[in-house]
Antibody
Framework: EVQLVESGGGLVQPGGSLRLSCAASGFTFSHYWMSWVRQAPGKGLEWVANIKEDGSEKDYVDSVKGRFTISRDNAKNSLYLQMNSLRVEDTAIYYC??????????????WGQGTLVTVSS | DIQMTQSPSSLSASVGDRVTITCRASQSISTILNWYQHKPGKAPKLLIYGASSLQSGVPSRFSGSGSGTDFTLTISSLQPEDFATYYCQQSYSTPRTFGQGTKLEIK
């Protein structure tokens, strides 16, 4: 069974940092692109970043470029999101998601339950 | 960035109704369009990918169509478990933008 379990969320002050983790199991992690998607309170889904199977390609939404870094450790079956210079508007539930192999556009076919990040003073 | 616009933003319907949600892209995205269902406190669920391909395990009452800039998600006969928020997403280019969502409520 595919499982994605996020952790690392919490309350942080503006300007602070957090590192989110996503533990993957039930599939060969190193074969899949992975993504982070977030949902701010009362808002819709927002794609944040993705990373290629081997970590050689990374993409970000403009609002987090230069502040967030996506990474992965295939030996540990883990995905990460290092979030620096956090802003109030980064407050959201952050979801880890797996992308389907061999499908154009690589849709996200499995998602975790999410971890809440609250940025507030 | 490609903008995705869904309509309506909310919809009230009854069990057994046929429902259609539309999604428009600000530029052509071929058929690189996905639909997700999201319930509060749950993980989003992939329903349709490639505009019209049904994800494994998704009931056949869900269907998708369209290409280029205009797409639709249809639920042929609403079931109680279908009341949720639905999002389209383009994965044609980065950033992989979502529509604003359509909240489907019980009438």
């Amino acid at each position: 069974e595919v499982q994605l379990v996020e952790s690392g969320g919490g309350l942080v002050q503006p300007g602070g940092s957090l590192r989110l983790s996503c533990a993957a199991s039930g599939f060969t992690f190193s074969h899949y692109w992975m993504s982070w998607v977030r949902q701010a309170p009362g808002k819709g889904l927002e794609w944040v970043a993705n990373i290629k199977e081997d970590g050689s390609e990374k993409d970000y939404v403009d609002s987090v470029k230069g502040r967030f870094t996506i990474s992965r450790d295939n030996a540990k079956n883990s995905l990460y999101l290092q979030m620096n210079s956090l802003r109030v508007e980064d407050t959201a539930i952050y979801y880890c998601a797996r992308s389907r192999i061999s499908v154009a556009g690589r849709p996200c076919d499995y998602w975790g339950q999410g971890t809440l990040v609250t940025v507030s003073s | 960035d490609i903008q995705m616009t869904q309509s309506p933003s909310s919809l009230s319907a009854s069990v057994g109704d046929r429902v259609t949600i539309t999604c428009r892209a600000s530029q052509s995205i071929s058929t690189i369009l996905n639909w997700y269902q999201h319930k509060p406190g749950k993980a989003p669920k992939l329903l349709i990918y490639g505009a019209s391909s049904l994800q494994s395990g998704v009931p056949s009452r869900f269907s998708g169509s369209g290409s280029g800039t205009d797409f639709t998600l249809t639920i042929s006969s609403l079931q109680p478990e279908d009341f949720a928020t639905y999002y389209c997403q383009q994965s044609y280019s980065t950033p992989r933008t979502f529509g604003q969502g359509t909240k489907l409520e019980i009438k």
